[in-house]
């Protein structure tokens, strides 16, 4: 795989997707590995959090329990290495959709999560100084309560139905408005929010690649190219940070 030529660009943003974790086994809420669906959808309805909060927990208490045992695999890495290797001559946004904070670990700085982190948790009432998102890898076996004000903890996921977090967002749009180069890497890229990213970008006057395993089922007009691949074969040598 020949590298993309960096050089030419100033204004960088790269989303990232479940794809880019799966190889680090990690289940896809969609896609040909199957997955998540069938446990997430009912639990993860951001119109009943209160209600649904110790099915929620289960779930999301067992993911994080478990996130001790994945770990960042080439592809998170490639990323971490390319982001070093470029940050001093552009400006680069690192966007994810995933909640595993495998980048973060792979040693990626500054992820814009727009879902959220199975690493954090919040408090359900709004004027706690615990309704911003805290770090939290307790894995417990009730609903947690916060130890401030007493009321309850959830998650720090984006649920159905919930708008994604502002300042994660904010930023994005921000970044897409002056981009001129924008890759989305192992999403599907045609559901929302990612499919008005590439928009956004195309409409920047940016070039812009979809690197995936699969094409998108539904093919839009705004990705100028297409590169399939398992992201972990492909991307340290599309970002040139193949390692001797
Ligand atoms: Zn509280």
């Not at 994080?64 to 080439?74: E, F, K, L, Q, T």
């Not at 940016?206 to 492909?234: K, M």
Request: aromatic share 6%; glycine share 8%; with cysteine.
């Amino acid at each position: 795989m020949k590298p993309l030529d960096f050089q030419n660009y100033r204004q960088i943003v790269v989303l990232t997707g479940a794809g880019v974790s799966a190889p680090s086994g990690i289940p896809t809420f969609r896609g040909p590995l199957g997955g998540l669906a069938q446990e997430l959808l009912p639990v993860s309805d951001g119109r009943r959090v209160r209600e649904l909060l110790p099915q929620m927990w289960e779930l999301y208490g067992r993911l994080r329990g478990g996130s001790a045992n994945v770990h960042p695999n080439v592809a998170h890495y490639a990323l971490a290495r390319w982001q070093k290797k470029w940050q001093d001559r552009a400006q680069i946004t690192l966007v994810t959709q995933n909640v595993d904070g495998l980048q973060t670990r792979a040693g990626s700085e500054d992820v814009v999560e727009i879902h959220g982190s199975l690493l954090r948790s919040r408090c359900l009432n709004p004027t706690c100084p615990n309704a911003e998102p805290f770090e939290d890898l307790v894995v417990p076996v009730e609903v947690p309560i916060c130890p401030i004000c007493g009321d309850a903890l959830r998650p720090d996921i984006t649920l159905f139905h919930e708008a994604l977090p502002v300042e994660a967002l904010h930023r994005t749009k921000r970044a897409l408005r002056f981009c001129d180069l924008f890759l989305a890497i192992g999403t599907s890229g045609s559901v929302a929010p990612a499919s008005e990213f590439v928009r956004s970008a195309f409409d920047a006057g940016a070039r812009t690649i979809l690197v995936n395993l699969t094409p998108l089922e539904v093919a839009s007009p705004y990705f100028g190219e297409t590169i399939l691949g398992r992201v972990e074969e492909i991307l340290p040598s599309l970002l040139g940070v193949e390692q001797d």
